[in-house]
């Protein structure tokens, strides 16, 4: 079935530092969104991205997907301690598909 | 509140008993998934339901699991005779309809089995 990997698992950054999350798919995907679930939390939707090589920012947030639509990645500028929480990929495997395959995040933490 | 409503919000159960956990979507959806969360995991898709109708179970474990959408009320996923391995967070999402929309999450059910 379908896989969807994250990478870093845990990342330890400074305020102020960047960050960066890498998701792939074992297999094509029609789409694929980003959620953030803060400690103790439920995930909130973040953004979905649908085309090839699409990139979309959310102020300090950047959302790229990759050309051959089986990889994605998140990058945050300049963290804040609000940005603390897990992110995760969540991928549907075809048109059509109504089966969320999650990574298993990546769990952030800042220090302030 | 016009999001996904799930209730309650912490369940504490001892091994043996049934565990009911309820959803209600965000208004103008039809369409209900349940999801499963294991400690430092991701979310497991379990089941996908519409009004009265499973569409997808092939998340769900073949025992003691099941999951309903009535025609009025709210979704339902009954866990009976739990087992400690059953605990878990176990969230809901709605969308208004299927075929790769984004899904709304609930704030989730904490399942604690003693």
């Known amino acids: 079935g379908q896989q969807v990997m994250q990478i870093p698992q845990y990342q330890h950054v400074q305020e102020g530092e960047d960050f960066t999350t890498y998701c792939n798919s074992s297999t094509t995907l029609s789409n694929i969104q980003w959620y953030k679930q803060r400690p103790g939390g439920h995930p909130v939707f973040l953004i979905q991205l649908v085309k090839s090589g699409e990139v979309k920012k959310q102020k300090r947030l950047t959302f790229q997907f990759g050309e051959a639509k089986k990889n994605s990645s998140l990058h945050i500028t300049a963290t804040q301690t609000t940005d603390v929480g897990t992110y995760f990929c969540?991928?549907?495997?075809?048109?059509?598909?109504?089966?969320?395959?999650f990574g298993k995040g990546t769990k952030l933490s800042v220090i302030p | 509140n016009a999001g996904v409503m799930q209730n309650p919000r912490h369940l504490v159960r001892r091994r043996g008993q049934e565990a009911r956990l309820r959803c209600s979507p965000m208004?103008?959806?039809?369409?209900v998934y349940w999801y499963r969360q294991l400690p430092e995991e991701g979310l497991k898709f379990m089941v996908y339901?519409?009004?009265?109708?499973?569409?997808?179970e092939s998340g769900m474990p073949k025992e003691r699991f099941s999951a309903e959408f009535p025609k009025e009320g709210p979704s339902i996923l009954r866990i009976q005779q739990v087992v400690r391995g059953d605990s878990a967070a176990y969230f809901c999402?709605?969308?208004?309809?299927?075929?790769?929309?984004?899904?709304?999450f609930g704030p989730g059910t904490r399942l604690l089995v003693l």
């Open positions: 999402a709605s969308s208004p309809t299927a075929s790769s929309e984004t899904q709304y």
């Open positions: 339901l519409q009004k009265e109708n499973i569409i997808d």
């Open positions: 969540a991928g549907y495997s075809g048109a059509g598909s109504y089966q969320l395959t």
């Open positions: 208004k103008g959806h039809s369409h």
